[in-house]
């Protein structure tokens, strides 16, 4: 963004609910643009009012139909709410996933919705920097409720996890998922696990599965016992049980403190992904001056050893 | 490693060519021992002595083999050969990959020839920090060729071209390597390719495919054309065209001046690796001590933006 006496304008117009200010604000947090920290300044003050929900499952269970069942269900009890559809796999932004998109159309002329594809290009630190900022853009807009999905794949889930306040994860039927959830670590990451597609053989049986593990795992008297709630987003079945069970776990984030606690590891993670997103791009810059090339040209030399070198590279950040 | 006053021993005992000693402190740099930094200054001396040759290709192209016969080759002339076996996908050490290693069982009681498995285990900025401080190892302790083996899968094979002087692709006729090659930007990293296993039909195929992949690049008067070179490790035919390729490429790198300029690439790939698992970790300690936890409060609660926290962060690193 070339003139960055834009922002405060934009960030004025976003607070309004502008849509085009919202987009344009969370494009520049996907381009990395320079003005970022302008930005990130300007929303601070209205940080932390949205109640953000974090939604993860692996390809087919269902996962932009439930969200888009839950966005309508919130619509109905008078919520803004923002949806950020994170795709880690692409360097492009929309793609695959805007195919999706199409099934949320419903929305896209409702001025209480904002519904964003991102995905990590160009932004240094990748989703886990990115992913904050776009949700900071959210709150700053007013939205009331942030749903943050992403494909249940690798590190991205475990980043969405330590966004929200509570995680949902989805499973469906009949595809080995209560399994696969246990050796994906997911047990640890979900607050609520939703069982899509109940209406098809099997609902029950990944049901005993999914409470049998949670009973395998001891439990502190103030620790939260994951919720396992059965839906059926596509006939809009049960989609209320999985909005009370995320009241039910803001209470309990509230009454224990933890709520807090979230919060602040949110942050920590974030400002910690912005740090070494800054060295990086200093170093890349020490790269293109004369500091590393020098170093470098030492240590090849074996005038110097590379940890010696390092120490000096990082003396001259 | 507790005792640090070992590093000098050790060190010592790898320049007369000790197994042990070697082993030890390439485990160290697998390990991110805090004794790297000594371990690499005292080295450092008898840094750039090596050729060093990478090795990639698909499973299955026949790596192992054809590294086995290389080495035999190598022997035959006299030279000290250190041979590290990269497996970017484990984070463990061996497993799978030393199961290969059994066909190069008749070098191991060879005291001319170092073989070793590794993995990216506890190393800080992974592979690309621990790979070419083995590299550093292996040269301190006088071998003169040094083979770096890795499945070509994703960044490892980049990695891998960065570190060597030579980079040898192997290919396999009829496996549609040719295209995948050329999909997979590979064009760019090999110095040499190696079509393998061309007893097999489809191999003349192979060669003028990749000739004519190679003959669509504009090339300027100093610069390096790849060569394409038959082979057939399993029958030991070709290995000798192999290692002229590999002299004639070096040949090239000194006339041209581009050794040094490899050389120092390399470098500073290695010390900005060391230098951001450097900052990392410290970031890190600073998340069990208060700075970073104080920060990201002030973050959570909207007194501070995310950016002047990093910004903070660095400044207490």
């Known amino acids: 963004m070339s003139r960055s006496r834009d922002v405060p304008t934009l960030v004025a117009r976003a607070r309004e609910g502008d849509p085009r200010s919202v987009a344009r604000l969370i494009s520049l947090v996907e381009n990395g643009d320079p003005a970022l920290p302008e930005v990130a300044a300007a929303l601070a003050p209205y940080a932390g009012n949205a109640q953000v929900l974090g939604l993860t499952g692996s390809p087919g269970v269902g996962k932009s139909t439930t969200t888009n069942e839950l966005v309508r269900a919130l619509r109905k009890v008078g919520k803004r709410v923002g949806v950020l559809a994170v795709d880690p796999s692409s360097p492009f932004t929309g793609g695959a996933i805007l195919g999706d998109r199409v099934r949320m159309q419903e929305h896209t002329t409702d001025p209480g919705v904002y519904i964003r594809s991102m995905s990590s290009r160009g932004q240094l630190g990748g989703l886990s920097a990115a992913t904050p900022q776009a949700v900071r853009v959210l709150e700053g807009a007013g939205c009331e409720v942030i749903l943050v999905e992403t494909v249940g794949v690798g590190q991205a889930e475990v980043e969405i996890a330590s966004l929200a306040?509570?995680?949902?994860?989805?499973?469906?039927?009949?595809?080995?998922?209560?399994?696969?959830?246990?050796?994906?670590?997911?047990?640890?990451?979900?607050?609520?696990?939703?069982?899509?597609?109940?209406?098809?053989?099997?609902?029950?049986?990944?049901?005993?599965?999914?409470?049998?593990?949670?009973?395998?795992?001891?439990?502190?008297?103030?620790?939260?016992?994951?919720?396992?709630?059965?839906?059926?987003?596509?006939?809009?079945?049960?989609?209320?049980?999985?909005?009370?069970?995320?009241?039910?776990?803001?209470?309990?984030?509230?009454?224990?403190?933890?709520?807090?606690?979230?919060?602040e590891r949110r942050a920590a993670v974030e400002v910690e992904a912005i740090a070494l997103g800054t060295l990086r791009s200093r170093i890349g810059s020490l790269r293109e001056g004369t500091a590393l090339t020098t170093l470098a040209a030492a240590v090849a030399a074996g005038e110097l050893d590379p940890y010696a070198a390092a120490d000096e590279l990082i003396k001259g950040l």
């Open 165 to 263: 306040d509570t995680t949902l994860v989805l499973l469906a039927p009949g595809m080995g998922d209560a399994i696969q959830a246990v050796k994906a670590g997911v047990l640890e990451i979900a607050d609520i696990f939703v069982i899509n597609k109940s209406d098809r053989p099997g609902a029950d049986a990944t049901y005993r599965d999914i409470q049998g593990m949670l009973g395998l795992g001891e439990r502190g008297p103030g620790e939260w016992r994951p919720q396992v709630v059965k839906a059926t987003a596509v006939k809009a079945e049960g989609v209320e049980d999985v909005l009370a069970a995320v009241d039910k776990h803001r209470d309990w984030l509230s009454k224990t403190g933890n709520f807090a606690v979230r919060r």
